[in-house]
């Protein structure tokens, strides 16, 4: 498979009045044509920012892309203006975002037509009524009943299933090369889910599109993502084939991941076992291993290193430890 992504080092930090936040600090990772991969972590790892950073909409001030490089067709995206018409053209063109919540990224006021239409018009050059059966036949690949008459519809008007399909619809709409889906299955019961990622993966099947899933749900990306990367504290702790991920996890944080789940590989009756303490605090953090107050194969010398940098200990499988936990289980 060909590269079509790959976003090196990248740095994003946001200035506060309690101090420097390193929300995104030096994350690396590629994305091939017509693969899935899976971004996964607690709330407040990083995942969000590091997708919005690729999409260059962070809001400047407080947010700051520092350093880093997002390559995409052989272009730095960074060395774009953020709202130039380059970089315009790339969002929503050729790299499309579904948002966590589908309710509050859909403008209340506007018609799902007016708001699909506008994607059309803007990178398709399409007419109104162009737009418009346009619109309506995108509906339907989503699945929703009577496209052409819900189309002069408001969000309010659907269901959280259904508002998070028009977003879907929204996303496709003019073909994007890459798809990122933040939290595709936010606040949708389990059925629905399976619907929206069954869809999402049709649409890369159908499209020929790639896709970034973020989440913290890992049967999720054990479902859909052929890699996996793990993110903690702004960086990434592991990297891996979803095999490499679910049978072979090497940081003590994907470990207890895994450990806090429950998963249908494992023995009826395991108890499940949290992950102790709370994630770390962003501000000035120091240059030694974040997970280490809550790390239960920490060693004497762990409180002497600094963060450990990725290293390979597999064809495709990378890990930030300094402790073969391996040897300790």
């Keep these: 498979m060909s590269e079509i992504l790959r976003v090196e080092n990248l740095v994003t930090q946001f200035r506060t009045e309690y101090g420097l936040i390193k929300a995104v600090d030096g994350v690396s990772f590629y ?83 007016k708001q699909i239409s506008e994607m059309l018009q803007l990178h398709l050059s399409q007419d109104k009524k162009k737009a418009r059966i346009t619109s309506a036949s995108l509906l339907k690949l989503v699945s929703i009943p009577e496209a052409e008459t ?17 977003m879907i619809a929204m996303a496709m709409s003019c073909n994007p090369k890459i798809l990122i889906a933040d939290e595709p299955t936010t606040a949708l019961d389990v059925t629905t889910q399976q619907q929206i990622l069954d869809l999402l993966q049709n649409m890369v099947t159908k499209l020929n599109t790639s896709m970034v899933i973020v989440t913290h749900n890992l049967g999720i990306v054990a479902r859909y993502a052929q890699r ?23 940081h003590p944080y994907t470990v207890g991941l895994l450990n806090s789940v429950p998963r249908l590989d494992e023995p009826l009756g395991r108890k499940l076992v949290p992950i102790s303490g709370i994630p770390p605090n962003l501000i000035n953090m120091s240059a030694a291993c ?5 790390c239960q194969y920490k060693t004497e010398t762990c409180d002497q290193r600094s963060w450990p940098d990725l290293r390979q200990i597999g064809p495709s499988h990378f890990v930030s430890c300094n402790v073969n936990i391996k040897e300790n289980q």
């Design 228 to 250: 996996i990367y793990v993110m903690y504290a702004g960086r990434i702790v592991e990297s891996g084939l979803s095999k490499d991920i679910f049978h072979d996890a090497r």
């Design 150 to 166: 819900r189309l002069d519809d408001y969000p309010h008007q659907f269901s959280g299933g259904m508002r998070q399909r028009v």
């Design 31 to 113: 994305l091939n044509t017509n693969e899935i991969i899976g971004l996964v972590g607690e709330s407040g790892c990083g995942k969000s920012v590091t997708m919005l950073s690729v999409m260059q909409l962070i809001t400047n001030p407080p947010g700051k892309i520092v350093k880093g490089k997002i390559i995409f067709e052989e272009r730095d995206l960074l060395q774009l203006p953020a709202n130039g018409v380059e970089m315009r053209s790339v969002r929503g063109g050729k790299i499309a975002i579904i948002f966590q919540e589908p309710m509050t990224s859909l403008n209340p006021a506007l018609t799902i037509n």
């Design 290 to 294: 974040a997970f280490l107050p809550r």
